[in-house]
């Protein structure tokens, strides 16, 4: 029977759609099987890399200098350095391998010329049997003029296409940013005008360019670029309409150009916000700006007298610019295959909100015809790998066969990345990651790294803990392997080898050492497939560390504000004896609690968004150092109000910056307030003063900070003269004086709270507790203590009760029931001393049991018992 057109084809798209999921299917993909590995470190600005045939990788840093990371010995040599100028964003910015270099050897290098800083250039070198870059090789394919003094959006996205011998190479507009479309065609707007370069026709700037290198250092124009008429355009323009082509990448199959574009800073004024852009060019066209971004929408044209017009024609757009020496009339727009704007994308909410730097490529093809145990699964086969430079993700793209958008996934999220630059895909499939590091410029800590997929069995990981780690002979250590563990569930088997033919199998011995030196122990796990891990650690027996103790002030006392504390310290040593005073240092330091690790809740909010992509604690970066806005701000009082107003609205120019800091209207005025409270507290917090001696004093208010309900840590150390050719050992103590009045939201630990900005009535961070829930200030003494006051707010009926060492432990203070309250309340309660240094945990209990939340804990005062009146006298 004669099937009709219509339902053949039906039946044609469901098999292809039934092969295709089948093909995917045929091998699953468990994001807990993806490995991360540091490759290389240390890297200067690396902006681009390449891999080549054996499995090296080139990278160029911006300063000039090419490098190698070499598989086969796992070591990075330098190649060379090309004489450059660095400005800006201009330096060596590109790099490629050509499609033959396991043959000719040659490279291509995208720079700005040491001699001839006002223009870019594209030239191809050549690395010789020595591994090094012989500058007298090179072969200029081709040089175009630049504006020096405006030397941002220079691009550098450089990229072989090995199956068509193409070299694609992106470059920018050459405008820096500033608030508004880059369309500014009056006398004084040279650097406000995009429409010199990026719709230009005449002008290489702001394009994806398409060549075809010659052997002989020239080039040819392939077929299908974008103007076939040299009166119409350049010949090597395959896209136009590019603010920043900084990195390009191509799809091997389909010859598809895909590039991250980082949209302007503008707001619906100027006719649309700003978007940041991936883009992908499945033909030759326009790209749209500065006329256009996102999903083609339009800016407005600006007059000769700056004044805005009507808005531009993504259908029949007109380059009116007197800077334009190409085509008036361009190609119609093109919209982005995907854009998203610095406040959370309604569109696309899973690319996230903050600051945006779009990356794209590479695209993935699965081979079954590469070896590799580690190269990524089938999973991906035919994906668009992009990234966010300032975001620090990567993500999945899926495209349709006619190269539209049919979803997006996340990829190893598991993983933190800093500012990832490029990605490239290894010859056994695995990726390689460039990280840039984390500042904007003058970075040194940038890595190489590989992700790689482990099937099959993964091997377990060993973790060995043992106390004491020295001592004098003999000395018994206890060891540990609990911690190890196995990502496939495994039961594990240990072997422990404490040399001497002394063994265990036990998973936590102990061990006696008799002979003084320094014992190497090892630790080998294997789990039920025979998988190895091992681990090791020293044991230093015959020198035993000082012993240091510290007799005053005792641990878990209070303190009030500005007081100077007296401290006394011993210290003994078993071989030394009486070390000298003058080697043992004591500090001062406040923080916000007694545990080490615990975070700011203003600070664990910045940690989650894009904060640190542009600032850090203590250098410039693209903004300035959250220091240098402490110091700036210390004697403002209403900077906190200002700064919290600020993050929410963005802005540019306090610090003289071009880099506009983004809007963030996705967070609420109060927890923009908790950041400002995190950064202004950073010149409270200098650091510790330190003095030498056994006795002495501290002042609470050391570097000028001002103690808002924290802790004042009291560390003592000293190193020893070592012992039997043994190394010196240190050792320390510590004690925690706390502030008479205790912020609640600056416990330590808690479970079922919330910390919450109370404006009203300038209460600031507050606790805010649960039914059950509790909050846990860790180290506390409460010898002469007389009472708890407690700043509080209920909700509901409730009852707060003080309890030492846990939320079961012995009750050591409790409030009357309390009914809810329209403010705050002050409530004093007497202590009942447990005795000891104990942990204290505040509990919120109602009854029956209330939903949602039931109180607020603003602070709690610790008072001291009143001496009797003869002893005042």
């Keep these: 029977m004669c099937q009709p057109p219509r339902l053949r084809l039906l039946l044609i798209g469901a098999l292809v759609l039934k092969a295709a999921l089948c093909a995917r299917a045929a091998e699953s993909f468990d994001p807990a099987r993806l490995e991360r590995e540091v490759l290389a470190a240390g890297f200067h600005d690396p902006l681009q890399m390449d891999a080549l045939p054996n499995g090296d990788v080139l990278i160029a840093e911006m300063h000039g200098t090419l490098k190698r990371w070499r598989a086969a010995t796992r070591d990075v040599i330098e190649v060379g350095r090309v004489p450059v100028t660095v400005s800006v964003e201009l330096g060596l910015i590109g790099v490629a391998a050509a499609g033959d270099f396991a043959q000719s050897g040659n490279v291509f290098l995208f720079f700005c010329p040491a001699a001839k800083r006002d223009s870019l250039r594209l030239a191809r070198f050549t690395i010789g049997g020595d591994g090094r870059l012989d500058l007298g090789s090179e072969k200029v394919l081709l040089e175009y003029p630049i504006e020096f003094n405006g030397a941002i959006h220079m691009g550098g996205g450089l990229v072989f296409d090995k199956a068509k011998g193409h070299l694609i190479l992106g470059t920018g507009d050459n405008a820096p940013p500033f608030d508004g479309a880059a369309v500014d065609i009056s006398p004084g707007g040279l650097m406000r005008d995009a429409l010199r370069s990026s719709g230009n026709s005449q002008d ?24 076939a008429e040299p009166a119409q355009g350049r010949p090597e323009i395959f896209a136009m309409g590019v603010r920043n082509g900084f990195h390009a990448s191509v799809d091997p199959k389909t010859g598809w150009i895909a590039w991250g574009d980082v949209g302007p800073n503008t707001n619906a004024g100027t006719g649309s916000v700003g978007y940041d852009e991936f883009n992908l060019a499945t033909k030759p066209g326009n790209f749209g700006h500065p006329m256009f971004t996102g999903p083609n929408e339009a800016y407005r044209s600006l007059g000769a007298d700056g004044k805005p017009g009507a808005l531009f024609d993504a259908e029949r757009p007109l380059n009116h610019s007197p800077r334009n020496t190409g085509v008036k009339a361009l ?42 145990e580690i190269k990524l699964p089938q999973h991906f086969d035919g994906a668009l790998f992009i990234y966010e430079w300032t975001r620090n993700w990567i993500k999945v793209v899926r495209l349709t066969a006619e190269g539209k958008l049919a979803g997006i996934e996340p990829f190893a999220s598991q993983f933190v990345f800093r500012k990832p630059m490029d990605i490239k895909f290894a010859p056994d499939h695995t990726m390689f990651v460039l990280e840039y590091g984390d500042k904007w410029h003058d970075n040194t800590d940038g890595q190489l790294l590989r992700l790689s997929y482990r099937r099959g069995n993964r091997p377990p990981v060993a973790a060995l803990a043992a106390l004491p780690l020295a001592g004098k002979q003999p000395l018994e250590v206890r060891f540990d392997a609990g911690a190890s563990r196995d990502a496939d569930g495994d039961a594990l088997k240990f072997a422990w080898d404490f040399g001497g033919g002394k063994s265990s199998s036990e998973t936590a011995p102990r061990f006696t050492f008799t002979e003084p030196g320094q014992h190497t122990v090892a630790l080998k796990v294997t789990d039920a497939a025979g998988a190895v891990s091992e681990t090791r650690t020293v044991i230093t027996v015959g020198n035993a560390a000082p012993v240091v103790e510290i007799l005053d002030p005792p641990n878990g006392g209070f303190f009030d504000a500005g007081q100077t504390v007296n401290f006394q310290v011993r210290v003994t040593d078993a071989e030394d004896g009486n070390l000298a005073p003058e080697r043992v240092t004591v500090q001062g330091a406040y923080r916000a609690a007694r545990s080490g690790d615990a ?71 109060g927890e923009t307030q908790l950041m400002a409270d995190w950064v202004l507290g950073l010149e409270r917090s200098p650091g510790a003063d330190a003095v030498t001696g056994l006795t002495g004093t501290l002042k609470t208010s050391a570097g000028g900070e ?11 150390a000293c190193q020893d003269n070592g012992a039997a050719g043994l190394p010196p050992l240190r050792g320390s103590a510590e004690h925690i004086l706390h502030a008479r009045r205790r912020k609640a939201a600056l416990h330590d630990a808690s479970q079922g709270v919330e910390v919450v900005d109370f404006m009203e009535g300038g209460h600031g961070l507050v606790a805010r507790l649960t039914h059950g829930g509790w909050l846990k200030f860790s180290t506390v003494n409460l010898a002469g203590i007389e009472s708890l006051t407690l700043n509080l707010q209920p909700f509901a009926a409730v009852v707060l009760e003080a309890r030492a060492g846990s939320p079961q432990g012995p009750l050591v203070a409790q409030t009357d029931r309390l009914d ?54």
């Design 331 to 372: 190609p119609p727009a093109q919209p982005a295959l995907l854009w998203y704007p610095t406040t959370a994308s309604k569109e696309f909410p899973e690319l996230g909100s903050g600051a945006r730097s779009a990356m794209a490529g590479p695209f993935h093809h699965f081979d079954a015809a590469v070896k590799s």
């Design 599 to 669: 975070v700011h809740p203003g600070l664990a909010m910045m940690q989650r968004t894009t904060c640190f992509a542009c600032h850090t604690v203590r250098e410039k970066s693209a903004g300035p150092s959250y220091l240098e806005i402490a110091r700036k701000y210390q004697n403002d009082a209403p900077a906190r109000e200002k700064l919290a107003a600020k993050i929410i609205s963005g802005g540019v120019g306090v610090w003289g910056q071009l880099i506009a800091m983004p809007p963030h209207p996705q967070h609420t005025l």
């Design 706 to 716: 001002r103690q808002d309900g924290g802790v004042f840590a009291i560390t003592a």
């Design 204 to 227: 290489l700037r702001g394009k994806i360019l398409r060549i075809r290198p010659r052997a002989d250092g020239g080039y040819d124009i392939p077929p299908g670029n974008l103007f």
């Design 820 to 873: 809810a309250a329209g403010g705050f309340l002050e409530v004093t309660v007497p202590v009942s001393n447990p005795g000891g240094v104990n942990d204290l945990v505040f509990l919120a209990r109602t009854e029956p049991a209330q939903k949602g939340s039931v109180l607020d804990l603003n602070w709690v005062h610790f008072a001291k018992k009143e001496a009797p009146a003869a002893d005042r006298s």
